[in-house]
């Protein structure tokens, strides 16, 4: 059996060979994404991919321990992180540690994300001391999209940069064994990466990071419309709408199902 690899694994990479991460929210694409990943984020952008939502504000930890579990059963080798859904961390590291043992204790992941910076570091502390890694989620963090007002980069302007650098030192401080850094201007993702002893992993936030991480149906170009930071290395929406073009064709014309997809009957003993 292979082994997973572990947060301190992922820790320890500072600096070295880029981390590779990527989202999946079931076993299917877990399985293929474990082949070539070195971590699985079960992003709660499940709530904008697998929901239709507009925000990840509705999405629920019941949601994302379901899914969680399912990537767990498709992955073998992967580091897999569970995203701590909105508002079942934020109120203390009381409600944050209760929350987190239920997602490592019923999907046996290796991990948590959570959102914020200084405001959280008192919590990211408190689980990390506590056996539970945490992953840090500054710069652009969409869970707070109502207070924010919209999904836009951060750290455009050199006042901002203050903010982003204390929040990305604060959750490095408190013992998280990596960050992601989403929609951040090169330049200061460039230097807060020089500045803190943990790796960080960027999406929209330029190759300076430690590694780099994409919502999987973005990268395969199966999301309608996806942000300027995202590459698309593969075409699925097209390829997906010609399968069931000719498939419902095919059933209209009954050319599907053929003789070699029908049941005969047994044979008279
Ligand atoms: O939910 C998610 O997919 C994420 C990544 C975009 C970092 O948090
Ligand atoms: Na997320």
Redesign the pocket.
């Known amino acids: 059996t292979v082994r997973r690899k572990t947060a301190p694994e992922i820790r320890a990479r500072k600096g070295g060979e880029p981390i590779v991460m990527l ?1 999946s929210y079931h076993a299917h694409t877990a399985a293929l994404v474990d082949r070539h990943c070195d971590v699985i ?1 079960v ?4 709530g904008n991919v697998m929901h239709g939502f507009e925000t ?1 504000v509705p999405v629920t930890l019941e949601m994302m321990i379901l899914q969680g579990c399912a990537v767990m059963r498709g992955s073998r080798q992967a580091l897999v992180v569970v ?1 701590m859904p909105f508002g079942c961390y934020e109120a203390s590291k009381e409600q944050a540690f209760h929350a987190a043992v239920r997602i490592l204790k019923e999907t046996q992941c290796g991990a948590v ?1 959570l ?1 914020g910076g200084v405001r959280m570091a008192e919590t990211v502390a408190f689980l990390s001391e506590r056996g539970i890694p945490v992953m840090g ?1 500054v710069g652009l963090t ?1 869970q707070s999209i109502n207070t924010l007002g919209s999904f836009r980069a951060q750290g455009r302007d050199e006042a901002d940069w203050a903010a982003i650098e204390s929040d990305a030192a604060a959750i490095a401080q408190a013992g998280a064994f990596s960050v ?1 850094i ?1 929609a951040v201007a090169e330049p200061l993702a460039r230097k807060i990466t020089q500045q803190i002893a943990i790796p960080t ?1 960027g ?1 929209g936030a330029s190759a300076a990071c430690d590694g780099q ?3 999987l149906e973005d990268m395969l170009g199966l999301s309608p419309r996806a942000p300027k930071f995202v590459r698309r290395y593969g075409n699925l929406g097209p390829a997906i709408d010609e399968a069931v073009e000719r498939y419902a064709a095919d059933v209209r014309t009954r050319a599907f199902p053929a003789a070699e997809h029908v049941y005969g009957m047994k044979p008279k003993t």
């Open positions: 989202t984020l992003g709660d952008s499940l990840t995203d994300k959102e989620h969409p992601v989403e992993i999406i991480v994409l919502v």
